[in-house]
Antibody, heavy 116, light 114 residues
């Protein structure tokens, strides 16, 4: 069974940092592109970042470039999102997802709240 | 950036009725060179739950998705049809293009019980 489990969310002050993690099981993690998608409260879905299987190809939505860093550790079946210089509009549930036939498997999400 | 515009914003229907959801892309959505499938998908999100992939390649049902769900395309216009609404189908539906960076989603269509 494919499973993705995010962690690392929480309440952080503007300008702060967090590191989100996503541990996966049930498939060969090192063979797949992986992605982060976020959803602000009551809003729609927004793609955040994607990373290639070997970690060498990364892409980001413009609004997070220079502030967010996607990475992975294939030996640990883990995906990460380092988020720095947080702003109020970064408040959202952050989902990790596998990218194969579109985004075919998703985690349950972790909530990031940016507030003073 | 490819902008996806979904309509209507809300669809009020009764169980058993047919639902037709639309998504218009601001420019051509790319296709896979080998399969010819368009890089376009539909997702369902129930209240408080994670999005679930329904359709990829514009018209291919994801594993385990009932055949009452179907997708089609005509140029830059994409349609999700639910042939007969079941009680569990009332949810928000999002379209997505994943062939051109940045990947983009539509704003969503809420299918609610009339």
């Amino acid at each position: 069974e494919v499973q993705l489990e995010e962690s690392g969310g929480g309440l952080v002050q503007p300008g702060g940092s967090l590191r989100l993690s996503c541990v996966v099981s049930g498939f060969s993690f090192s063979n797949y592109w992986m992605t982060w998608v976020r959803q602000a409260p009551g809003k729609g879905l927004e793609w955040v970042a994607t990373i290639a299987p070997d970690g060498n190809d990364k892409s980001y939505v413009d609004s997070v470039k220079g502030r967010f860093t996607i990475s992975r550790d294939n030996a640990k079946n883990s995906l990460y999102l380092q988020i720095d210089s947080l702003r109020a509009d970064d408040t959202a549930v952050y989902y990790c997802a596998r990218k194969y036939s579109a985004f075919d498997f998703w985690g349950q999400g972790t909530l990031v709240t940016v507030s003073s | 950036e490819i902008v996806l515009t979904q309509s209507p914003g809300t669809l009020s229907l009764s169980p058993g009725e047919r639902a037709t959801l639309s998504c218009r892309a601001s420019q051509t959505v790319s296709r896979a060179s080998e399969s010819g499938l368009t890089y376009f998908a539909w997702y369902q999100q129930k209240s408080g739950q994670t999005p679930r992939l329904l359709i990829y390649g514009a018209s291919v049902r994801a594993p385990g998705i009932p055949d009452r769900f179907s997708g089609s395309e005509s140029g830059t216009d994409f349609t999700l049809t639910i042939s007969r609404l079941e009680p569990e189908d009332f949810a928000v539906y999002y379209c997505q293009q994943y062939g051109t960076s940045p990947c983009t989603f539509g704003g969503g269509t809420k299918v609610e019980i009339k």
